[in-house]
């Protein structure tokens, strides 16, 4: 089953630690955002591979987009 | 011999130099640990010049920073172009997408009033018990705009207790909101608010403006500039207005305020004993709001099936962003996929119109 990371909140891709094709457990890092000069940690929802990534850093993002997919 | 008696050195007394020290402490504060240094350093230096001698400098009629202080502060003029930049900076969508949380923003002004009460009981008058209540919102143009009318010989030591207290934050509220919550309820994941729609942010600030100052007239130059900037935003059409509000006028009238806030604390003004219950009794004023916003979101709690994170209630102070990121960083700690900080915005920004709905009810009871 695929679920998509969302963005918790508007903000800037700081950075990203997965890649493409990468296995990922649940509440692992995926990425970070910057808010409001704060940095915001986004974690994986479940257990799986990494198949798409849709932002890369520098990217401004909106609440709710798709920042990446998992493939559990 | 004229040439001797106009050295400044000759005249300079105990109390400069004790203020001198308070200067630097500032200029250090700022440039070193880079605490508000875009407040600090001003407002340093300024309280550097206003301590030296015989240089005139505020001087009524002739001194330079007298003339800063008297034409931008006593006029009423820098605190509301503050205001106006602020509105042009601010996202309302939060507050719009939760307005249940504005309850939160209000409850959090509990500290204002109940200094008001304690700082009478100390002994001071009624003009300055309500300066130094509404340092409980941490909000420093509010509180030089409400010092400036009612009590100017404490301008200086509130501002500075209200910029001090919103850099304090993240270390004064966190005790609080883990005294009064727990590790369940910190933990409290919070459902999305519903979209907010460009024509809501669009009507706001016009709609906030009608009832704001129907309600609260004295409160119309910080409200009314507030919302001006906001629309300025909102509208899309003046995005040079909004980019000058928030961006250069900011930082003109920025240099103008931190100058003047400082020249106001000559040793005279400030070397007082009831200076120092003026950070007491603001400190307290500032950790009951946080106590209040917690209390009333776990109030809420018990009438509402979708939870609030009572830590929420802490951004009801008006120190506008640090309150939020405070409530997003303990509200992580409990859970780290807690994301708070747009839900903490909102109380946040309610708690800003707030204490300046507070300061404009002490105005229209107490101002001349």
């Known amino acids: ?72 | 011999m004229a040439f001797v008696e106009q050295l400044g050195i000759l005249s300079v007394t105990p109390g400069m130099v004790a203020m001198w020290a308070i200067a630097l402490t500032l200029l250090y504060l700022a440039i070193a640990k880079e605490h508000e240094p875009l407040l600090l350093l001003p407002i340093g230096f300024g309280i550097l010049l206003a301590n030296l001698p015989l240089t005139g400098l505020m001087t009524p009629e002739e001194g330079l920073l007298w003339r800063f202080y008297r034409y931008g502060v006593e006029w009423e003029v820098i605190p509301p172009l503050v205001f106006l930049g602020l509105g042009a900076h601010t996202d309302f969508g939060p507050l719009l997408s939760q307005p249940r949380l504005v309850f939160l923003g209000a409850a959090a002004q509990g500290g204002v009033y109940l200094t008001f009460f304690a700082a009478q009981a100390f002994g001071f008058s009624l003009e300055e018990a309500a300066t130094i209540g509404i340092i409980g919102g941490a909000d420093g143009p509010t509180t030089i705009f409400l010092a400036a009318q009612l009590a100017p010989h404490l301008l200086g030591a509130c501002a500075v207790a209200a910029y001090s207290y919103m850099a304090l934050a993240p270390i004064i509220q966190p005790p609080i909101m883990r005294l009064l919550t727990t590790e369940q309820e910190r933990a409290i994941r919070m459902k999305k608010g519903r979209k907010v729609t460009a024509r809501e942010k669009l009507l706001f600030p016009i709609a906030a403006t009608l009832v704001i100052i129907l309600l609260v007239p004295a409160s119309a130059p910080l409200i009314g500039m507030f919302m001006l900037g906001n629309l300025f935003r909102e509208s899309k059409v003046v995005e040079r207005l909004a980019e000058t509000a928030q961006d250069a006028l900011m930082n003109i009238v920025t240099i103008f305020l931190g100058v003047s806030v400082g020249a106001t604390m000559s040793a005279d003004n400030f070397l007082r004993s009831d200076v120092i219950f003026i950070f007491v009794l603001g400190l307290v004023a500032f950790a009951v709001s946080t106590a209040c916003g917690l209390v009333l979101a776990k109030l809420m709690n018990l009438v509402t099936s979708d939870k609030i994170n009572p830590l929420v209630g802490a951004a009801g102070v008006s120190a506008v962003p640090m309150a939020a990121r405070v409530v997003h960083k303990i509200g992580a700690e409990a859970n780290k996929k807690n994301y708070l900080l747009m839900f903490a915005m909102g109380p946040n920004l309610a708690g800003v119109i707030g204490t300046v709905i507070a300061a404009g009810i002490f105005l229209s009871m107490l101002g001349g």
């Open chain 1, 1 to 72: 089953m695929a679920e998509d990371v969302l963005a918790p909140l508007a903000g800037k891709v700081l950075s990203v630690a997965v890649s493409v094709g990468d296995t990922v457990e649940e509440d692992d890092e995926v990425l970070v955002l910057e808010a409001m000069k704060m940095e915001t940690v986004v974690y994986a929802p479940l257990d799986g591979e990494v198949t798409a990534l849709a932002v890369k850093v520098g990217d401004q993002v909106e609440e709710d987009d798709t920042l990446a997919t998992i493939n559990g």
